[in-house]
């Protein structure tokens, strides 16, 4: 886990209390995020998508676990206690009654439902579960989650500094001539030297005069003297996104990003 067990313990009794209010019997999540969130489980296996995994957080009582076996032993290892597990991929059954029967004492059950939320099951195992009251409970979990702990402000404040003492190095490795692949190569690099885990998210731009796309790969172009430079990093610690980016100019600005960039500031 990347937090002690205490700040889970605070998760789940602000989530309950939250539901007590909204009168959800309780939450029902598949997703990374959340999962993580309130389990402190993490793991790159969620890129497969081949697997479901399942945490039940009751208005009152323990948290539910229902994973496939090979992700058990980790969470054994973890805070939650309840875990109940099957020998996935399955066929006819891939966790389907282990999650209903977790399911079957609560009526009213809370699930994501608005922006940014999707299902990570399959939508015909959805509609196998037993018939219930689904409520929409995107804004109560957007909420608990705007709220941070001194520890995840902490975290937050570490992978910023990373990122921040990466984006200072790039004058020493700019330079004309050099493609975009080999700027953002280096880049990475810088980022997991100062202490990034990984860096799962990275794209920018170039131009005399700024840049229309920040959401492609790198290509091979050559870097031009009076290019302006955009990298947007997402480097990770324990989990932890830092999402800002900075703007190099290479050599020298043309007079209209001179004046853009005085406006901006």
Known sequence: MDFQTSEYEARLANAQRAMARAGMDALFINTEAEFRYF???????????????????PQSGDPIAVVPEIGAPVLARGWIKDIRAWPSPAETDDG??????????????????????????????FHALPR???????????????????????????????ASDAFDRVPDIL????????????????????????VPYLVGGRGPLGYDDVISPPDD?????????????????????????????????????????????
């Open 39 to 57: 389990s402190g489980f993490r793991s790159l296996f969620w890129q497969s998508p081949t697997r479901p995994w399942y945490l039940i957080l």
């Open 96 to 125: 389907v009654s282990l999650v209903a029967d977790a399911l079957a004492p609560f009526n009213t059950i809370g699930m994501a439902m608005g922006r940014e939320s999707h299902l990570r099951m399959p939508l015909n195992d």
């Open 221 to 265: 172009t050559p870097i031009q003297a009076g290019d302006v430079v955009m990298m947007d990093t997402g480097a990770t610690l324990k989990g932890a996104f830092c999402d800002f980016d900075r703007n190099f100019a290479l050599g020298h600005a043309h007079d209209a990003v001179k004046r853009a960039h005085e406006t901006l500031w």
């Open 132 to 162: 219930k009251n689904f409520v929409d409970a995107s804004p109560l979990l957007a909420h608990l989650r705007f709220v941070k702990s001194p520890a995840e402000i902490n975290l937050h404040a570490r992978i910023a500094t990373i």
């Open 175 to 198: 330079r004309e001539g050099m493609s975009m692949e080999t700027l953002f190569r280096q880049f990475k690099i810088e980022l997991l030297k100062a202490g990034a885990e990984d």
